[in-house]
């Protein structure tokens, strides 16, 4: 009793063992809640919310780079391995910029200059997130679905670049009256915030449905909002308009607390790899396209406000490349009605060739029987 008792204290301290990733996830929603609402009634007045508001903004973008390479380490000797390793890179680049903020407001006591040396670490993670959501695993995709993608990706793409354009990137472009680096790192940052929505639509056009995608799309939806809160800095910043505690900086948080919850996601057991095979292309799910397409109606409300040729071209492009995706989806379902009429065709053949056989065998069966 003793041989089999052993095996099975084993299996069950398995199956009830406490999950620690629970309590933080809720812990992350609760730090979340409680920051919001600090911006919000501002207890302690105004020193008290700069303290709080740098102090947080710092730390968290360091616990999402910790959780990171935990993600890396788990995955390590693959693609997801790397992506994550770069992603990790990027949020401790990020977390520079942070800290050299909040050092500059509370232990220097200045207004931080721009450009300043946290420029450094804001520009320089960048590149390291974008390499990184571009190696995040993507469901196989070819022939007419990976078309499909494309122009997906282009509608997505178009309808934010002309939104950013309209709103940040031209005043800013008309207005500059800096100096020459100041100028360059201010459209450097609405550009660079572009090739990240880029790669997130790419994860999230690519994505596998089910399960296993949750963490590739929380970490989408995590970049696609600190690309958000950092259009908001720009402009606000153009209009004289931000400050530390600002309601922007919630986006900040809420980025960098996604991606440490799709760390912690990614750092449990290994879920169950999908037992289709790699050249079978799943559907996208409704989801993946409601993210894709989120920004066209955006684009349709500011053609309503503010006419304007080049935002009217812009509309335009959008709408013929959603025509022609259109007719992709209609070529896509031709080739796959006359595939499926292909195959009932040979299993209707098939059938006939059994049930003839079957006969014969009968037939014989019973001829044996006669002799």
Excluded: C
Excluded at 101 to 123: K, R, T
Excluded at 206 to 226: H, K
Excluded at 306 to 328: E, K, P, S
């Amino acid at each position: 009793m003793n041989a089999y008792s052993s095996p099975i204290r084993r299996q069950l301290a398995g199956e009830l063992s406490f999950d620690w990733r629970w309590p933080a996830a809720v812990a992350l929603l609760v730090f979340q809640v409680l920051f919001v609402d600090w911006l919000l009634l501002k207890p302690g007045g105004e020193t008290a919310l700069l303290w709080f508001d740098d102090i947080a903004v710092a730390v968290a973008p360091f616990v999402a780079g910790v959780m990171s390479l935990a993600a890396a380490r788990r995955y390590w000797g693959s693609r997801t391995g790397v992506g994550w390793g770069l992603i990790g890179v990027g949020l401790f680049l990020f977390t520079f910029g942070d800290a050299t903020w909040a050092f500059q407001e509370l232990a220097m006591g200045i207004e931080v200059p721009f450009p300043s040396v946290s420029d450094i670490g804001y520009l320089g993670g960048y590149l390291p997130v974008f390499l990184g959501l571009l190696l995040m695993p993507q469901a196989p995709a070819t022939g007419l679905r990976r078309t499909k993608l494309t122009l997906d990706i282009l509608i997505g793409i178009t309808a934010v670049g002309l939104i950013s354009w309209h709103t940040v990137i031209a005043p800013l472009l008309a207005e500059g009256s800096g100096s020459h680096l100041a100028d360059a790192v201010s459209v450097a940052y609405p550009f660079l915030d572009l090739a990240i929505v880029f790669a997130v639509l790419i994860l999230v056009a690519r994505a596998r449905p089910g399960a296993s995608s949750l963490p590739i799309l929380l970490l989408g939806a995590a970049f696609a909002v600190t690309a958000f809160s950092d259009s908001l800095y720009t402009y606000l910043s153009q209009v004289g308009d931000y400050a530390t505690g600002s309601y922007i900086d919630a986006g900040w948080l809420a980025g960098y607390n996604l991606v440490t919850l799709a760390a912690l996601l990614s750092v449990g057991p290994r879920l169950r790899t999908d037992p289709r095979p790699r050249d079978e292309e799943p559907p996208t799910s409704f989801w993946q396209s409601i993210a894709i397409y989120g920004a066209v109606v955006p684009v349709g409300v500011l053609l309503l406000v503010d006419m304007q040729r080049f935002l009217a071209a812009g509309v335009l492009v959008v709408v013929a490349l959603m025509f022609v995706r259109q007719l992709v989806t209609i070529r896509e379902d031709i080739v796959l009605n006359s595939r499926l009429a292909e195959l009932s065709a040979k299993l209707e053949v098939k059938v006939k060739e059994q049930t003839l056989r079957l006969l014969h065998r009968r037939g014989e069966a019973e001829g044996d029987s006669v002799r």
